[in-house]
Nanobody, 124 residues
Framework: QVQLVESGGGLAQPGGSLRLSCAAS????????MSWARQPAGKRLEWVSG????????YYADSVKGRFTISRDNAKNTVYLEMNSLKPEDTALYFC?????????????????WGQGTQVTVSS
């Protein structure tokens, strides 16, 4: 079955950390770039980060640069998003998504497969 399944969301305090995971199945994971996007309640979808198919290059939105780290393990068909120094404005439903090819188009939300999302809430 072709799917993406996110996990790792939850409640964190400001300044805290969370690690999101996205497990892929049903396609050749190592052939495609992967990205994370998020959608705060009542707001539009925002691109967060992307990583090349071989992990050789990564990209970040300015709002998360220096705080979030994207990585992937092609042997485990999994992409990760390490989130540090969390802020209340990071609260959102986080999605992982599969690109149509090996490269990332930073900021461009154009994917052919999405996960169901995992909620991240940052609050004291």
């Amino acid at each position: 079955q072709v799917q993406l399944v996110e996990s790792g969301g939850g409640l964190a305090q400001p300044g805290g950390s969370l690690r999101l995971s996205c497990a892929a199945s049903g396609f050749t994971f190592s052939s495609y770039a992967m990205s994370w996007a998020r959608q705060p309640a009542g707001k539009r979808l925002e691109w967060v980060s992307g990583i090349y198919s071989d992990g050789s290059d990564t990209y970040y939105a300015d709002s998360v640069k220096g705080r979030f780290t994207i990585s992937r393990d092609n042997a485990k068909n999994t992409v990760y998003l390490e989130m540090n120094s969390l802020k209340p404005e990071d609260t959102a439903l986080y999605f992982c998504a599969k690109s149509r090819d090996r490269e990332v188009n930073p900021g461009i939300i154009d994917y052919d497969l999405w996960g169901q999302g995992t909620q991240v809430t940052v609050s004291s």
